[in-house]
């Protein structure tokens, strides 16, 4: 040591070495861990969160879907029987009417003089019909009493019969001028003016569109699926949002030339949205018991073959399956070591592998 280290005093190294330990501690930093401030401390390994399910026997709904197109029910071309001019319309295209309800009237004095005309006539017929039976000693109010062959003679004789065949026709006639819905619905297709002779076009077209008939057609082989009484559920390609209940009401058991065939369901309008003509989705379900149903997510490919995931123990316990059907949520999932009880790991296993340590949600 040289005698310069030798003169150095006690309070100078005190002062040298409390300036180094003021300098290492302004050195270190004020800052916290990003996992600090978060909220959280962060491991090295972090355990994958996942979701389970228990895996039960339980019911699957077999779907297939169909394109398809609605009809009415009940639709009618209404006509005037008679070609005359239009007086009067009552109704426009999209009105709702009640069964009965006058659409429009034709020109009718014709028809109306015509039908008093023959009125009278059978009156007249009538007081003649009387003469005849008063004349063979019959009473004229009370025609019980006379034998049906008599009657039928008195009757043409006096023309009476005549009479009662014109005045059923002039009937017919007059009413043929007023053109009335036969049931309730909605009028379309209506071009027709007043003044206008109606011609030999429909007046309009009437709907009933309280319920249709989805009609669609189905692969031959998927026959087996469906059967009449089945539900199915509609929903239009306009709003495909919007779902219908439907009902089979008719399978045609006549394949056509593409292997097809036709199916009709009957849909109830309940929200009074669906229209005659309109294109429709079809989806059919057939439920089929004693299945071991699983959400799709829980089903991951491994090189190609298809794992599930259990949890046990805190443990995720690799699964070779099969899918044996699917629709559009769930599989139908069959394996050597799977059984009812089971818990399905739905999420959090893309990147599970054997054995691997998880926490559940």
Known sequence: MSPRNQNVSPAFLFIIISSMIASLTCCKSDKKPIAEV???????????????????????YQERISNGKLYAKRKAELRFPINELLDRIYVKNGDRVQQGTLLASLEHFTYKNQLERSKISFEKAKVDLQ?????????SDDWSDVPPATLKMSKIKS???????????????????????????????????ERNLPGSEPFCILVDNSSFE??????ES?????????????????RAEENYTGVISEVNPLI???????????????????????NVRVLIKKAVSNCLVVPKQAVVMRLGKEVMFTYLDGLAKWHYVKTMDENSTSYVVTGEDLKAGDKVIVSGNLNLGSDAEVIVK
Do not use: W
């Open 256 to 278: 056509d030339e593409n292997g097809l065939a036709t199916v009709k369901a009957l849909v109830r309008n309940e929200q009074n949205k669906l229209c005659e003509g309109m």
């Open 159 to 193: 023309g009476y019969e005549n009479a009662l065949y014109d005045l059923e026709s002039a009937q017919h006639s007059y009413e043929s001028t007023f053109l009335k819905a036969p049931f309730s619905g909605i009028i379309c297709s209506l071009k027709a003016k």
């Open 222 to 238: 998927e026959l087996a699926l469906v059967g009449k009484g089945q539900k199915v559920v509609v929903s239009p390609f306009s």
């Open 214 to 219: 989805a009609e669609f057609s189905i692969l």
């Open 131 to 139: 003469d005849v039976l008063i004349g063979q000693g019959f009473n």
């Open 38 to 60: 978060k909220g959280f401390k962060q491991t090295i390994a972090e355990k994958p969160i996942v979701e389970i399910k228990d895996l039960n026997n339980e019911v699957f």
